[in-house]
């Protein structure tokens, strides 16, 4: 399994991702899910992968090569973000297409990706791209995506990131949700990869990659941790908490005496 998250704020973009890789007990490993296209300057584009693992290489592969050999359309040439996931889109379709006409084993070939980034002289954007090859993009009151296994980092992401997020705080958010994925999921693992992107820098982004044992990582886990326990004793009491108890009386005291 894996779990991808990508969000989007005023000042720029945040994306994290797992590394683990799980086709069974006997083939764990840790491949990078988190792919970058940078032109300094120009354009700036993230991609991040879920899915059938042979599928997600070939499409990152031809998207390469379509790069360095100059073929159109290409990220290179490309003028609009909306082309751009288009054509991931059509990339993705056409490589499961391939893969599923060889198979003789009924494999499940399906990737899903999040796509972002931006294109000088336009606004920032991340979409998310269906096995089908078909996109969405994230909405004002939710401005975040995520494939893989969502549901135990979404609730972190739904009550923190709005539109306005400070970048920082939306980059250790997306640290916490995948922290608490990994809490949760055994077949999601680290090392966990972020790239922080500030709008309009067209620079690639600040890229970290934390290991289970990374200082920032194991502390940033131990604060929320501490947090949580210290907002659940802050909860506000039942109301009956508040009454004095009554007092007790027990029987068998010396001598018979009841005892209070």
Request: charged share 15%.
């Amino acid at each position: 399994m894996t779990y991808c998250v990508a969000i989007k704020t005023d000042s720029g973009l945040v994306f994290a991702s797992d590394s683990l890789t799980n086709a069974g007990i006997d083939h764990v490993s840790t491949y990078s899910k988190m792919h970058t296209f940078v032109q300094p300057g120009n354009r700036t584009f993230v991609l991040l992968a879920a899915g059938n693992l042979a599928t997600t290489q070939a499409v990152v592969k031809r998207m390469r090569d379509d790069c360095q050999l100059g073929n159109l359309p290409c990220l290179n040439t490309i003028a609009s973000m909306s082309d751009a996931v288009d054509y991931v889109g059509a990339i993705s379709a056409d490589v499961q297409r391939n893969q599923a006409v060889r198979d003789t084993a009924s494999t499940n070939f399906e990737a899903t990706f999040i796509f972002g980034g931006q294109i000088a002289g336009q606004a920032p954007e991340i979409y998310m791209i269906y096995p089908q090859g078909n996109h969405i993009h994230e909405s004002a009151a939710h401005p975040f995506l995520q494939i893989g296994e969502t549901k135990y980092g979404k609730p972190i992401l739904d009550r923190v990131i709005r539109t306005d997020t400070p970048l920082e705080q939306s980059a250790r958010c997306a640290l916490v949700s995948i922290n608490s994925t990994i809490r949760s999921n055994l077949t999601v693992g680290p090392p966990v990869e972020l790239l922080i992107y500030t709008a309009d820098a067209l620079d690639g982004g600040r890229r970290l990659l934390f290991s289970e044992d990374h200082p920032y990582y194991r502390a940033l886990g131990d604060a929320w941790n501490e947090g949580l326990r210290q907002a659940l004793n802050n909860l506000p009491p039942f109301e009956w908490e508040n009454q004095p108890q009554p007092l007790q009386v027990v029987a068998g005291g010396k001598n018979g005496q009841m005892q209070g």
